[in-house]
Nanobody
């Protein structure tokens, strides 16, 4: 059974940086496109970024130029490097497979505040 475990969140000041990690269990991680999503309180879950099995990336307009998604197939892990963080980036961040999603994990909380 495939599961994703997100980590790396925390409290950071505006303009700061964080790197999130998503560790995947199960096999064939390397063949799937992986994505990061986020959900702020009272808001629907929002697309952040995706990366294909061969490293092609796509970003949501609100994070383009500030966030970078990457993956290490040997470690079954996908990362989200976040820079220039803004209070509007405050949310719980999740990873999943956009084309073959599984149950959502617990996510990791990111809070941007001074």
């Amino acid at each position: 059974q495939v599961r994703f475990v997100e980590s790396g969140g925390g409290l950071v000041q505006p303009g700061g940086s964080l790197r999130l990690s998503c560790a995947a269990s199960g096999s064939r991680f390397n063949v799937y496109t992986m994505g990061w999503y986020r959900q702020a309180p009272g808001q629907p879950r929002e697309f952040v970024a995706t990366i294909t099995s061969i490293g092609i990336t796509k970003y949501g307009d609100s994070v383009k130029g500030r966030f970078t998604i990457s993956r290490d197939n040997a470690k079954n892990t996908v990362y989200l490097q976040m820079t220039g963080l803004e209070p509007e980036d405050t949310a719980v961040y999740y990873c999943n497979r956009p084309t073959s999603p599984v149950d959502w994990g617990q996510g990791t909380q990111v809070t941007v505040s001074s």
